[in-house]
């Protein structure tokens, strides 16, 4: 495996700079965001986590000159010479990852996902008694929710790890990764008794991480060890006196499993406990505004606004529910001075765009253009930014490009109620009314805030008539 056809050039300084750091700083944070909602991520195009970030370590090149020749090999799509070097690069440090692991590292920041699984295969099979390879293998896996393999290869890891005598500074660093995997799996499959154990042993690693705390008080609520969690989560606030308070955070673990009643109670009671804490207004806004009730998100967003005039969530948050109210003045000033305030805000440029094309004046519908244009060449990986320029084409007239605009929203991710609300007006101008209804049926049926509702409710209406 010597030259391939991709290029790689403008990359060779980036790549020196990202392995030397690997080396001097081995990762040793669990892989995958193992917190109770973490979401999904693929790993054909990111690196695995840990992998070279970019920030150098001060004299490394200086100390072992094969990295820094090797790097300037994989920059000449030199592999196997680069492979070569970094296998004498390690006969001189124990403490560095087998030569395959930084190959995969060296593709994994080069964004070429092919190499990164080829080395960590290769490294698995070639350097079988060092437990990394399996590590990435398993961060991988669990991130695309192939969560038996995972399984399979964290238990592999940690059976390795064990006999790993090499490097005691590279099995220390290895433990939390395996630990937090193996944990991550647990909650995956919702054995939160497993996942606690897990925890646990995380926390006897670094007594002091809040981190796991809390996680671990979430695995505790899940079982219906409230008062645990709730001292669970007081241990972890002693560590981090700024966190939020223990009552707000089982509220939120209320909310998150959808028991509003207790999520309610419990926000009353630390709202009780710490009347001057924004964070608390804002959190009992947020979850009224989830579940509909916009007057009372409309006071505590006033509230919070009261504590903090500059509080940027809270205009947000203050605007969007005056946009949902209708009440476009309002909406238009907390967004605009969110929006100038944070201009690469997307909340607020968003809403902007929304609030001003329901209005009447023909400049600041186009205004309303300007933004919506704007969010797409800043977030153009966002569908909801091009689900709000396909509507501001639409309520501007332009229904062909809104059509093209809203579909390739609505392909790009999950059909949020407002696309699906914005391609059934587009479906109905164009005498597909078949399709508006199925739209509007699955925008009508899909919980949580909609500003449309009323208006996808009419509309579904009269098409039945």
Same mark, same amino acid.
């Given at each position: 495996m010597k030259r391939t056809g991709f290029r790689l050039a403008g990359i060779g300084g980036l790549? @020196?700079? =990202?392995?030397?750091?690997?080396?001097?700083?081995?990762?040793?944070?669990?892989? $995958?965001?193992?917190?109770?909602?973490?979401? *999904?991520?693929?790993?054909?195009? /990111?690196?695995?986590? &840990?992998?070279?970030?970019?920030?150098?370590?001060? &004299? @490394?090149? *200086?100390?072992?000159?094969?990295?820094?020749?090797?790097?300037?090999q994989f920059k000449d799509h030199n592999f196997e010479n680069a492979l070569k070097l970094l296998?004498?690069? $390690?006969?001189?440090?124990?403490?560095?990852?087998?030569?395959?692991?930084?190959?995969?590292?060296?593709?994994?920041?080069?964004?070429? *996902?092919?190499? @990164? +699984?080829?080395?960590?295969?290769?490294a698995a099979f070639e350097v079988a008694d060092d437990p990394e390879a399996f590590v990435y293998l398993g961060d991988m896996a669990a991130r695309e929710r192939r969560i038996t393999e995972a399984d399979l290869l964290y238990e592999k890891a940690a059976?390795?790890?064990? /006999?790993?005598? /090499?490097?005691?500074? +590279?099995?220390?660093s290895l433990q939390p990764r395996i630990c937090g995997g193996m944990a991550g799996v647990a909650q995956a499959r919702e054995d939160w008794a497993a996942a606690q154990k897990h925890l646990e042993a995380l926390l006897a690693l670094d007594p002091k991480s809040v981190a796991a705390m809390q996680k671990i008080a979430f695995c505790l609520f899940q079982q219906k060890r409230m008062d645990e969690a709730l001292e669970k989560l007081r241990d972890a606030a002693k560590a981090v006196p700024d966190m939020?308070?223990?009552?707000? #955070?089982?509220?939120?673990?209320?909310?998150?499993? =959808?028991?509003?009643?207790?999520?309610?109670?419990? #926000?009353?009671?630390?709202? *009780?406990?710490?009347?001057?804490?924004?964070?608390?207004?804002?959190?009992?806004?947020?979850?009224?505004?989830?579940?509909?009730?916009?007057?009372?998100?409309?006071?505590?967003?006033?509230?919070?606004?009261?504590?903090?005039?500059?509080?940027?969530?809270?205009?947000?948050?203050? &605007?969007?529910?005056? #946009?949902?109210?209708?009440?476009s003045k309002t909406a238009e000033m907390y967004l605009d001075s969110a929006h100038l305030q944070a201009p690469n805000e997307f909340s607020a440029g968003n809403g902007l765009a929304l609030t001003l094309v329901e209005q009447k004046d023909e400049a600041k /519908? +186009?205004?309303a253009l300007q933004y919506a244009e704007e969010n797409v060449r800043k977030f153009s990986q966002t569908p909801e930014a091009l689900a709000t320029y396909g509507w501001v084409l639409y309520k501007l007239g332009r229904v062909d490009e809104a059509e093209n605009a809203l579909r390739s929203a609505a392909s790009a991710g999950n059909l949020t109620p407002a696309t699906a609300f914005y391609l059934a007006?587009?479906?109905v101008d164009r005498g597909r009314d078949a399709d508006a209804k199925q739209l509007l049926d699955g925008a009508l049926g899909a919980s949580g805030p909609f500003a449309q509702r009323a208006e996808a409710q009419a509309l579904l209406e009269q098409l039945k008539k």
């Open positions: 790549l @020196v700079v =990202g392995v030397f750091a690997t080396i001097a700083r081995l990762p040793a944070e669990p892989i $995958g965001d193992t917190s109770p909602a973490a979401p *999904a991520e693929s790993a054909e195009s /990111k690196a695995p986590a &840990g992998a070279p970030d970019g920030k150098a370590a001060e &004299g @490394v090149a *200086a100390v072992n000159p094969k990295i820094a020749e090797a790097v300037a296998k004498e690069a $390690g006969e001189q440090d124990p403490d560095m990852p087998p030569a395959q692991v930084i190959m995969a590292q060296l593709f994994a920041q080069a964004n070429i *996902a092919g190499g @990164v +699984r080829a080395f960590l295969d290769k059976g390795l790890l064990d /006999k790993f005598t /090499k490097s005691p500074k +590279r099995k220390e939020l308070i223990p009552e707000l #955070m089982l509220a939120k673990f209320y909310q998150q499993t =959808g028991d509003r009643e207790n999520a309610k109670k419990w #926000m009353e009671t630390a709202l *009780a406990a710490s009347p001057k804490d924004i964070r608390i207004h804002l959190a009992i806004a947020q979850s009224a505004f989830d579940f509909g009730d916009l007057d009372a998100a409309k006071a505590e967003a006033e509230a919070a606004l009261k504590i903090d005039t500059k509080s940027l969530e809270a205009k947000v948050l203050r &605007g969007t529910i005056a #946009m949902f109210q209708k009440d /519908k +186009r205004k007006r587009v479906a």
